[in-house]
């Protein structure tokens, strides 16, 4: 547990079911931060804030389109009126698609790119004032196993490359905040155990399996703990870092 009683979170795409998000938004508010429940999927956000109101914690449900500049700065409004700070932001939104280079059309590439980079930049953008004027932010976002290894079970390789950029991304944004006690770091889970890992065929599960030292997915939770870790006073000398969380299946 990690203390982040004074400290107001954000979740970028936290209303899917079975998603990362929703665990990485239940975590945070179970370690004592209000957190705003971000996402296009209006069913999925009363989902997950009824979730961690359930189990004690402090929600704020708020529609969002992170490829939309309006709806990232009216999200943050929001969030100001309500809370008064922004502490951290947790850039989980995001998309893939299983297609070849040869058959990708440009439309896929940027539809991907529009989520997964432009969505984070422009999220990240609408709260760097805030955290600039408070002297303090954390700012922690998803890359994947993907962008390091080429080609994961799921995503092309606009994937790929949507999340290598996440990384460079987040290393020089690290340089240009550091100052005002602003970190920024990212997280590159391998494969998780979602939804999306339930729907694999048998042989391919055992395939996949077979390449993962640890023989078996992660679960979100695995992936929630780190990121209360970046999220906490322990990590306050920590930026520009990226974590992999993958059960050996990628080793820098
Ligand atoms: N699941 C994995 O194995 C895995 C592995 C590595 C990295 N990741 C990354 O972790 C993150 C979460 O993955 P997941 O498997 O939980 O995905 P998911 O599909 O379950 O959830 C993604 C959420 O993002 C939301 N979203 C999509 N477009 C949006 C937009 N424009 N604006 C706001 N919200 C939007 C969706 O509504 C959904 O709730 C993603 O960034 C993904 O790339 C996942």
Redesign the pocket.
Known sequence: MFELHDRVAIV???????????TIALSLAKQGAAVVV????LE?IEDTVNVIKEAGGRALGVE?????KE?NEAMVEKVLQTYGRIDILV??????QKVTVEDMTLEDMTRVF???MF?LFLCTQAVLETMRKQKFGRII??????AKRGG????GAH?SAS?AAVLGFSKNLAREVAQDGITVNCV??????????KALPEDQAKAVIGGIPMGR??E?EE?ASTIAFLASPEASYITGEEIDINGGSHMD
Request: cysteine-free; glycine content about 18%; overall charge positive.
């Open positions: 970028t795409g936290s209303g899917s079911k079975k998603g990362i998000g929703r971000a996402d296009l999927n999925g969002l389109n992170v490829t939309s709806s850039n989980n939104a995001g998309i893939s529009s989520v997964n969505g976002s998803l890359s994947s196993v993907s994961g079970v799921f995503g994937y999340k590159a889970p391998g494969l998780i155990n979602t939804d999306i890992w997915p992660g979100t992936i």
